[in-house]
């Protein structure tokens, strides 16, 4: 993924543009940026705090000082993916499938957006719960190879991995700072803090 190598991965020095950007007409098509260029701008304008990681070593790392950071360590987790609960039962959380204590929830997604910058999600991972009914705090796993240009691109995903078990609850997470809620457009939807933890797979 051509951003995450340019940010993350090479130490060293960027190479510089011999001939400066040509002039484009008012009348030529927008050039369009990377996809992953687009998601992580895109999910950073939207408020959401971005982890990009190598290997799972990376995740773990990632994870154990997300928990620090936020004093989670020994709190009551919600997560309803026995996946996950198995590949971080070693940290110092309690699993819970219930959210009465939870101090955030864990999970998986559909498919990463672009166009908006947000997270696509279905009853896979959230069962028949409102995004109301869940914790403020979100810690989402995603994988490079999730990444979509729209939400059209993402549905169709889903209708072809699933196919004859078309998931229900299909819906996006897209504000994660509290003040949106605040927002006209955001009217009905639901703020979360939200962590990405964005594996490179591809």
């Known amino acids: 993924m051509s951003l995450f190598k340019k940010i993350f991965g090479s130490k060293s020095k960027p ?14 098509p927008q050039v369009q940026l990377p996809i992953d260029e687009r998601f992580t701008i895109n999910f950073r304008k939207n408020g959401g705090k971005f982890l990009y990681c190598d290997s799972f070593t990376d995740v773990y790392d990632s994870l154990e000082n997300i928990l620090i950071e936020n004093g989670w360590e020994g709190k009551e987790v919600l997560c309803f993916d026995e996946q996950l609960q198995d590949r971080f039962g070693n940290f110092d959380v309690k699993f819970s499938r219930i959210n009465l204590n939870a101090s955030f929830y864990l999970a998986s997604c559909e498919y990463l957006i672009a166009d908006n910058g947000s997270i696509l999600v279905c009853s896979r991972q959230i069962k028949e719960k409102k995004l109301n ?15 979509v240009a729209t939400i059209g691109e993402g549905l169709r995903g889903i209708k072809t991995k699933y196919k004859s078990s078309i998931p229900s609850n299909i819906t996006t997470i897209k504000h994660f700072q509290v003040q949106e809620e605040k927002d006209f457009l955001s009217y009905g939807s639901s703020s979360k803090n939200l962590y990405l933890l964005l594996l490179e797979d591809l």
């Open 15 to 28: 190479q510089q543009d011999d001939n400066p950007a040509e002039e484009r007409g008012k009348y030529m």
């Open 133 to 147: 009914d869940l914790p403020d705090n979100f810690v989402i796993l995603a994988t490079t190879s999730q990444l």
